[in-house]
């Protein structure tokens, strides 16, 4: 996430919409944000909750843009987990 620099973090419940991530950073609600994984593309966001050392993002690209870059990602994610 890159509100000023970069801020390494630890993403959980990653989806479509966003995902709620942990960091040690103080950010702000509304903040505009931009999450890098490794090996996709960037995805812009903004701060929609703030909880303690986690914070809420939803994404604001192109919904087309963030099926094509989480897609397989979340496909390969949800395989794995099936039995």
Known sequence: ???EG???CV????SMGGARVRLVAQL???QRVR???EKLSP???EV???GIGMVGIRFTDDPAFIGRTLGPLLAG???QRSP
Request: proline fraction near 4%.
């Open 35 to 37: 999450l890098d994984i």
């Open 77 to 79: 994610g949800a395989a």
């Open 28 to 30: 702000q609600k509304e």
């Open 1 to 3: 996430m890159l509100p």
């Open 43 to 45: 995805l812009n966001a």
């Open 11 to 14: 993403v959980y419940d990653l």
């Open 6 to 8: 970069a801020i390494n």
């Open 48 to 50: 929609v909750w703030l």
